[in-house]
């Protein structure tokens, strides 16, 4: 027997009391805990999902759009920009890499990024297996997409047409898959890279009926008969492709800057001097944030409330007891137990309660976040890695544990002014 | 022993003053102390266990003037010397009847003794009903535990404060045998208040206020 076991006899002794104020607080701190472990890792995520990406330039649009399309691959892209413009925005002093990339297509939901051999440098990614593309209608993979389709080295797919899976408008030409990446963790993980050949290529022979390709209109329609029987000829054409580049179109391009000087003056300057716009992924992130933020902002505040009302539930579950009790306290007294004594039952009654709900509150907030990273895997395809910021947590399970104890304090102090012997003799 | 001298109580500035006579019991001696209502039995009690301060006079229990004592000092000497009996609410209700006991020696800071337990419940007829919470107890079970709770710790002074009042005839005259055999084989004193006159008999020294 010691003052724990009385305290939890005690609180069994009323286990709805107890349960109720164990599961509101559970609610609340589980709440709190998982908004912020979720908002942290999500934008941590998103910011490291960026590697050395500094600005995008594409089509004229939101420039949201760009960002959220060109570098996280979760949105629709804002349209097409001359090939030819990758090599002014080279001569540029300023910059550092200029990385053109073309998508449009997707294998089985995962995106076909047609592009150069500095795209995964940007993302620091490095070979598990193979090489990288050199040729035309060859694949490097990320792990994921590796991983998820059980693609290896040598095995070939078809693409089909558009951002999300579709069976019916796929592609005729078989992509091979030459090289698989290490995990970088990045939206990499979940690309298709390839050739931006290869992106044009297909296209030349996809597309004849839903864009005008003037030029090639009358080529490609000459290419669809051959197409089954003669394969030399369709890769002279692609051949011939690349040697025109110039007049192909890619989607964005992606910029890395030598110094900040870059950052500051080159935005305002493709804005207002081309046809293109430029954003800057950090910035437009952050203003994406400032929106979730108030959803983020909004669900702590209710569990701020939560939190609130399981503690007064605490406070009066406690102070009721002192009460309704006093008569066994007093017993106590008799027993020999001193005035501290009852004090830290009592208070280990409360105690006992805000453990309990820290343990379940830890718990339902790893539920909660697992629950959320299927959410985002399953409709968004993002990976969420949790990075559990233990600052952060610490900060919110202070707050917790002052405020539970300051209602606990305040439940038992009558405790100290308690008269045994009027207690004791108002039993009749 | 117990022996008090000179008992002077208020409870407030305005409100009477109460004096008792002085109580003297040698080594075993007990004493029932009789009284309408409002006479002041109780305080008189409570001052006996330390409960209250007196204004003036002393209290000795065992060659200690337990008026005093601190705060501290008092709930430790009331909590191993002496045994309360009440009317109506005799243990923890939280708690089991063994675990009652248990808590009762552990607040006394006496060594649990299993086997002690044991053998005070098949005494008092309690052994069946060790596993039940109090609320489940009959009236006759539960004035048997507030005994068993009064004298668990081996004490030198038993008070009971209307240990009878709600009880039958039959009920009446066990617990008042059971209370003497407990206090004689506790070498204690027994002193019960009571408005009960059924008690009168199993009294030798009898003080009315």
């Given at each position: 027997m010691n003052n724990w076991k009385i305290s939890l006899k005690n609180l069994l002794h009323k286990p709805l009391y107890a349960f109720l104020s164990v599961f509101s607080l559970s609610i609340s701190i589980g709440l709190l805990l998982g908004i912020q472990q979720l908002d942290t890792s999500i934008q941590n995520q998103f910011e490291n999902a960026l590697g050395s990406i500094e600005m995008v330039v594409g089509a004229k649009g939101s420039p949201l759009q760009l960002v959220l399309s060109s570098v996280l691959h979760i949105d629709k892209p804002t349209g097409n920009i001359a090939y030819s413009e990758v090599a002014k925005i080279k001569k540029n002093p300023l910059i550092k890499e200029a990385v053109p990339i073309s998508y449009g297509d997707n294998y089985k939901g995962y995106r076909i990024v047609g592009s150069t051999q500095g795209f995964a440098k940007?993302?620091?990614?490095?070979?598990?297996?193979?090489?990288?593309?050199?040729?035309?209608?060859?694949?490097?993979?990320?792990?994921?997409?590796?991983?998820?389709?059980?693609?290896?080295?040598?095995?070939?797919?078809?693409?089909?047409?558009?951002?999300?899976?579709?069976?019916i408008e796929e592609h005729s030409e078989?992509?091979?898959?030459?090289?698989i990446y290490k995990p970088a963790y990045k939206v990499i993980d979940r690309l298709i890279i390839t050739e931006l050949a290869s992106i044009w290529d297909v296209h030349d022979h996809g597309d004849h009926d839903e864009e005008a390709h003037d030029e090639h209109g009358e080529h490609d329609a000459d290419e669809e008969h051959q197409e089954e029987g003669e394969h030399k000829e369709h890769d002279n054409h692609s051949e011939h492709d690349l040697h025109d580049k110039d007049d192909k179109e890619i989607?964005?391009?992606?910029?890395?800057?030598?110094?900040?000087?870059?950052?500051?003056?080159?935005?305002?300057t493709i804005n207002t001097n081309t046809d293109m716009q430029a954003a800057l992924p950090k910035y437009e992130l952050e203003r994406l944030f400032r929106f979730t933020g108030v959803g983020v902002?909004?669900?702590?505040?209710?569990?701020?409330?939560?939190?609130?009302?399981?503690?007064?539930?605490?406070?009066?579950?406690?102070?009721?007891?002192?009460?309704?009790r006093a008569f066994d306290l007093a017993l106590m007294r008799t027993y020999g137990a001193s005035n501290f004594q009852l004090f830290r039952i009592i208070g280990f009654e409360g105690i006992l309660m805000v453990l309990a709900s820290l343990f379940f509150g830890f718990l339902f907030s790893l539920i909660g976040l697992h629950f959320m990273v299927d959410l985002f895997k399953s409709q968004f395809q993002q990976d969420i890695i949790l990075t559990f910021s233990a600052d952060q947590m610490l900060q919110t399970l202070l707050i917790v544990v002052v405020i539970s104890v300051v209602s606990i304090v305040l439940a038992i102090l009558p405790l100290l002014k308690m008269n045994i012997s009027k207690i004791l003799s108002d039993e009749k | 022993m117990v022996q008090t001298d000179n008992l002077k109580f208020q409870y407030k500035?305005?409100?009477?003053?109460?004096?008792?006579?002085?109580?003297?019991?040698?080594e075993q001696e007990n004493l029932l102390i009789l009284g309408k209502s409002g006479i002041g039995k109780t305080t008189l009690l409570h001052l006996l266990a330390g409960l209250l301060k007196p204004v003036s006079g002393s209290v000795m229990i065992d060659d200690v003037q337990i008026n005093r004592l601190s705060h501290s000092q008092l709930d430790t000497f009331r909590g191993q010397?002496?045994?309360?009996?009440?009317?109506?609410?005799?243990?923890?209700?939280?708690?089991?009847?063994?675990?009652?006991?248990?808590?009762?020696?552990?607040?006394?800071?006496?060594?649990?003794?299993?086997?002690a337990i044991a053998s005070l419940l098949e005494q008092l007829d309690l052994k069946e009903t060790q596993k039940k919470k109090v609320n489940e107890l009959s009236e006759g079970q539960l004035q048997r535990l507030g005994i068993a709770m009064a004298v668990i710790h081996n004490p030198q002074v038993i008070l009971a404060d209307e240990p009878t009042s709600s009880l039958d005839d039959e009920n009446c005259s066990a617990v008042m045998q059971l209370l003497q055999q407990q206090a004689e084989k506790n070498q204690a004193n027994l002193v019960v208040i009571t408005h009960d006159i059924r008690m009168k008999s199993g009294f030798k020294n009898i003080i009315t206020l």
């Open positions: 940007m993302y620091g990614a490095e070979l598990l297996e193979g090489r990288a593309v050199e040729n035309s209608m060859e694949a490097a993979i990320g792990n994921d997409v590796a991983q998820q389709l059980g693609l290896k080295l040598g095995d070939t797919f078809l693409s089909s047409h558009g951002l999300t899976e579709n069976s078989a992509f091979t898959v030459v090289g989607t964005s391009i992606l910029v890395s800057f030598r110094n900040p000087m870059g950052l500051m003056t080159m935005p305002r902002k909004a669900i702590s505040w209710i569990a701020y409330i939560i939190l609130l009302i399981s503690c007064i539930t605490i406070f009066i579950g406690l102070y009721k007891m002192v009460r309704e | 500035k305005a409100e009477p003053l109460f004096h008792f006579p002085n109580i003297t019991l040698e010397n002496m045994g309360l009996v009440f009317q109506k609410n005799h243990a923890v209700r939280s708690l089991t009847v063994l675990d009652n006991l248990k808590a009762r020696l552990f607040f006394s800071k006496k060594p649990i003794d299993l086997a």
